[in-house]
């Protein structure tokens, strides 16, 4: 109902938006460089930011823009294991048949990655996301994982997203020779006041709506209980406009916004 109300053609701020029609921001643009060179030079590369920043749909874009031929991605979302289960997950990416035995799973999974590269002309790109709550067993077999040739080759990429935490638990003297062995890193900063401004505009035109819905006071009382982060600002503006539906309102104003914020807990 609220979508025929403001003659919206889908609800522009779900995340099942199309990669394709994702906002650029910034941050969006930066790390996706880091990734492309990432990509290039092969190696860790680490990303940070605070929850709803974009880092995983950043991943995800680039995820898709691979071409299959050349890389083969393995998405691994579930950090808070053993070491033993985090190399069983992995050989199950690589389709193997995973073993009880660490060690067995070590060797066939660098075997895997040296024969997709040397074989197969294919390079294996693993996106650990949620890496702050890594173990140090499993942080610190990561730097072993991906030294190939006595640490004279980079076959595959090894991607390392997560909070800001994870830089503090990288910066631990334990974790010294995996931090040296990082190619690039970014840290997310969020979006800025002005580009809250940009994306609401943006996502409004992408799904069919061209006047002004949110008044400026809104958009900038959106980013106070915001911040930078997308995941909820997407939340607070959809409800914002269910809201004005609602009431029938023809703008959406400060004060809809922060009635948007108290119904979600945002303030």
Excluded at 71 to 82: E, G
Excluded at 119 to 136: F, G, H, N, P, W
Excluded at 249 to 257: A, E, P, Y
Aim: aromatic letters at 10%; one cysteine or more; charged letters at 25%.
């Amino acid at each position: 109902m609220y979508k025929a109300y403001w003659g919206m053609e889908f609800n522009p701020f779900d995340k099942e938006i199309p990669e394709k029609q994702f906002y650029k921001s910034r941050d969006y643009e930066e790390m996706t460089k880091r990734l492309e060179y990432l990509r290039n030079v092969r190696g860790i590369g680490l990303f940070t930011g605070l929850p709803g920043t974009g880092k995983t749909a950043c991943q995800r874009a680039f995820a898709q823009s691979l071409n299959p031929n050349l890389y083969k991605t393995v998405y691994l979302p579930m950090t808070t294991i053993s070491a033993s289960e985090f190399y069983r997950d992995l050989a199950g990416g690589l389709g193997l048949e995973p073993s009880y035995r660490k060690i067995e799973n070590f060797r066939n999974i660098q075997e895997r990655i040296k024969s997709l590269y040397r074989e197969q002309k294919t390079t294996l790109v693993i996106m650990i996301d949620e890496a702050q709550y890594l173990s140090r067993a499993i942080l610190a077999d990561l730097k072993m994982l991906m030294n190939f040739e006595m640490d004279s080759r980079n076959y595959a990429v090894l991607v390392l997203s997560g909070q800001p935490t994870l830089n503090n638990t990288l910066s631990m003297q334990f974790h010294e020779a995996l931090r040296q062995r990082i190619v690039i890193s970014y840290n997310m900063e969020g979006l800025t006041p002005e580009e809250v401004t940009a994306y609401a505009k943006d996502r409004m035109k992408l799904c069919g709506v061209t006047q002004e819905i949110f008044d400026p006071a809104a958009l900038e009382a959106a980013y106070g209980c915001c911040g930078g982060s997308i995941r909820r600002l997407n939340t607070l503006l959809h409800r914002a406009l269910i809201i004005g539906c609602e009431e029938k309102l023809r703008t959406v104003g400060t004060k809809t916004i922060m009635d948007a914020a108290n119904e979600i807990d945002l303030v």
